[in-house]
């Protein structure tokens, strides 16, 4: 995989790619980087794609700002990113946070956005908004001189994983390092967002794709159904919010699938 940066407003991103042919941009979720995507990215080049990957706005190694994050933030990196790079048109993939982001962006440029693709994406709304201001947050945890908030952040997020595969913890763990002065920050940005005003504007086929065990995001799927005209869903056998690196084998395999069936 090529590594790159490219130049945005907001300042520089970070990417990875490989492949050739229609262009398909990968969106990773909080606090993830572009690395979430490592295994799928060489199943799409196998497919004749060229698979991109981008650290959203303030993570992995892409340029952090210095205001608040939000997620028409992380759209404006993703806009200016496209234009740098030269896609006139491309596929749109996002995961969880990348998927929220990904709404965003495809409800401005329209059909520049072939083809969306929703992954493990929650619908935010005023109900949700509500609900998630109740729940504890999901990846704060306070340091301590002795190390142990960082047992504490690998206890709060082990659940969510497969058992018997610390090697997917330790990534995860890799990229919250780079970012625990604001590890919460995506997740704030997403509860922020008003997307029920914005999900209206999108108009492009959509596949929406979720992993069963996924408790977090798999309610909503029928809600995105309901607000995407013609969304199509694909539900992920023995994956759950980490369905894009533990199985990356049918994630690829769902957006070749759809894409394939977009041309024929």
């Avoid at 090529?2 to 229609?22: C, K, L, P, S």
């Avoid at 935010?124 to 306070?142: F, G, K, Q």
């Avoid at 809600?223 to 992920?236: D, H, M, N, V």
Wanted: with cysteine.
């Amino acid at each position: 995989m090529r590594h790159g940066f490219a130049d945005t407003r907001h300042g520089q991103i970070h990417y990875v790619e490989h492949g050739e042919g229609r262009p398909v941009l990968l969106l990773h979720q909080t606090p993830r980087s572009c690395d979430e995507y490592r295994d799928v990215i060489p199943l799409l080049a196998e497919a004749r794609l060229r698979a991109v990957a981008m650290d959203t706005l303030g993570f992995g190694m892409s340029a952090r700002p210095d205001r608040s994050l939000s997620i028409e933030l992380f759209a404006d990196a993703v806009v200016d990113f496209s234009a740098a790079l030269g896609f006139e048109s491309f596929t749109l993939v996002g995961h969880h946070t990348g998927g929220v982001v990904a709404i965003e962006v495809a409800a401005r440029l329209g059909d520049k956005v072939q083809a969306l693709v929703l992954s493990g994406t929650p619908y935010v709304d005023a109900e949700r908004r509500r609900i998630v201001a109740e729940r504890p947050a999901i990846d704060l945890v306070s340091v301590q001189d002795d190390g142990s908030h960082l047992l504490e952040y690998w206890n709060k997020r082990q659940s969510h994983y497969p058992p018997r595969r610390p090697d997917l913890m330790h990534r995860l763990i890799h990229d919250a390092l780079a970012v625990f002065d604001h590890v919460e920050e995506g997740h704030l940005a997403v509860n922020r967002y008003r997307m029920e005003d914005r999900i209206r504007h999108v108009a492009v086929p959509t596949l929406l794709v979720c992993g069963e065990l996924d408790g977090f995001s798999l309610p909503d799927v029928p809600k995105l159904a309901s607000a995407i005209p013609g969304a199509k869903s694909s539900i992920l056998p023995g994956a759950g919010v980490m369905a894009v690196d533990h199985r990356a084998d049918l994630f690829a395999a769902a957006i070749t699938d759809f894409l394939g069936d977009r041309t024929h």
